[in-house]
C-alpha cells in the first residue's frame, strides 16, 4: 500500500478517536476506571495528527485539509467497485487494476480519498 494513503488512513483514525472524546460518549466511570483527562488526550491525539500530517507530501497535505474541512471520513474505502464516501461507482478500469493501492487517488464524485479493499 502507497505509505502517503496509510498516513491519510492513520490520520483518520485518529480523528476519529478525538472525535470519539470530544463529544462526550465517554462516561465519568469510564474516565475514573482509565485514568484518562479527556483534555489531555484530545491534545495528545492533535498533536499526532498534526505530526502526520507534515509527513504528508505538499499536494496531498492541502488535498486533505480541504476535505478535512468539509467531510468526517477523508478516506473511504472502495468495495465492489462503490466509493462508500459517497456510494457512487468508481469506474471499471480504476477498480480493477492490480496495483490500485500502490497510489494515491481520488474519488471522481466526492473527492475523497479511495483505498480499495478486496
Known sequence: MDQQLELLLEIQDLRMQRRGL????????????????????????????????????????????RIADKASRVVAPVINGICY???????????????????????EYCGCFLYHVG
Open 22 to 65: 470530544s463529544d462526550g460518549t465517554l462516561t465519568d466511570l469510564e474516565t475514573e476506571v482509565f485514568d484518562i483527562k479527556i483534555e489531555d488526550a484530545i491534545r495528545s491525539l492533535d498533536e499526532k495528527v498534526g505530526e502526520l500530517e507534515q509527513r504528508l507530501t505538499r499536494g496531498i497535505r492541502e488535498r486533505y485539509r
Open 85 to 107: 464516501g459517497c456510494f457512487v461507482a468508481v469506474s471499471t478500469a480504476r477498480a480493477s487494476e492490480a496495483d490500485r493501492n500502490l497510489r494515491v487517488e481520488s474519488c
